[in-house]
């Protein structure tokens, strides 16, 4: 028994689920259930008439987070 420590790193290249471009931004959109990331801009035309964020991937509401 014991602690157990590992370490987790960031992918070198991030691509965007939606426009599947790579992500050269230092704002990114990443969710936190099933871990894809979009571009901030290609996130807010997805959602531009939503009043909630949903993640086109998993459709789970309220897990995107801006980094």
Same mark, same amino acid.
């Given at each position: 028994m014991g602690n157990q420590h590992s370490v987790v790193t960031e992918p070198d290249q991030l691509t965007c689920l939606i426009c599947w471009e790579t992500i050269n931004q230092n704002q990114y959109v990443l969710c936190g259930r099933c871990n894809i990331a979009m571009h901030d801009t290609c996130?807010?035309? %997805?959602?531009e008439n939503q009043?909630?964020?949903?993640?086109?991937?998993?459709?789970?509401?309220?897990? %995107?987070?801006?980094?």
């Open positions: 996130t807010n035309k %997805l959602l009043t909630f964020t949903k993640c086109p991937h998993c459709r789970s509401v309220g897990v %995107l987070g801006v980094f």
